[in-house]
Every structure is written in structure tokens, then in C-alpha cells.
């Protein structure tokens, strides 16, 4: 049974930082690129963050780029996502999710991610 879990969201202060964990069960890491995703009040939902570590690939929407760091974890079946300078436009409901399509490549495009976690709420204000 496929699922990830998220946790490691919070409110935060502008200019901090907060790590968020995705825990995945049933299925090996290795063959499925992983994304981190997020969706703030009233927008669709966007990429942020891709890995797969089958090869250590790794891609970032702009808007994050120099801020986050994904890696991973094998051996703890665990994806991660640095945020550093956090800033308001980063609040959002954040969510990890496994690609559809075994050993494909990273994408941002939601419609080919399958399998998605709950969500963890990160929100970024003084």
C-alpha cells in the first residue's frame, strides 16, 4: 500500500526557517521521482520541488530556487525539503506525492503525480 505522510510544518517568522519530512511506505524510492507541492488559499496547486534518487536529479520552480533543498533519505524512506528564508508568499498547504509513471522524470505538472500525502500547513508571518 503506497502512502506518504508529511509533517514539519508551522508557523514560522519572515526569514526563518522550517524543514518539512515526507515519510513514504510501499514502494522503493529508487524507482519514483518524488514531489513537493504547494497550494496557498484560493490558488491552484503548484510544484516547488523534485527528486529522484535513483540518480540524484533534482529541480526547483524559481520562485524557491536558492531558498529550498530537497534530498532524500533511503534508508529512512524519507524526502525532504529545506526552507530557508521563508517568506509570506510561501504560506501554503504544503504536499509531497509520488510521480505516476515509474522511473520518469522530475515534472512540477500535478496531473502526473498520483499518489499524495495529507498535507502540512506552513505559514509564514510576524
Known amino acids: 500500500q503506497v502512502q506518504l505522510v508529511e509533517s514539519g510544518g508551522g508557523l514560522v517568522q519572515p526569514g526563518g526557517s522550517l524543514r518539512l519530512s515526507c515519510v513514504v511506505s510501499g514502494f522503493d524510492l529508487d524507482f519514483w521521482a518524488i514531489g513537493w507541492f504547494r497550494q496557498a488559499p484560493g490558488k491552484e496547486r503548484e510544484g516547488v520541488s523534485c527528486i529522484r534518487t535513483r540518480n540524484g536529479d533534482t529541480s526547483y520552480d524559481d520562485s524557491v530556487e536558492g531558498r529550498f533543498t530537497i534530498s532524500a533519505d533511503k534508508d529512512k524512506n524519507t524526502v525532504y525539503l529545506q526552507m530557508n528564508s521563508l517568506n509570506p508568499e510561501d504560506t501554503a498547504v504544503y504536499y509531497c506525492?509520488?510521480?505516476?509513471?515509474?522511473?520518469?522524470?522530475?515534472?512540477?505538472?500535478?496531473?502526473?503525480?498520483?499518489?499524495w500525502g495529507q498535507g502540512t500547513q506552513v505559514t509564514v508571518s510576524s
Open positions: 506525492a509520488r510521480r505516476r509513471l515509474r522511473l520518469g522524470i522530475c515534472s512540477s505538472d500535478v496531473s502526473i503525480f498520483e499518489y
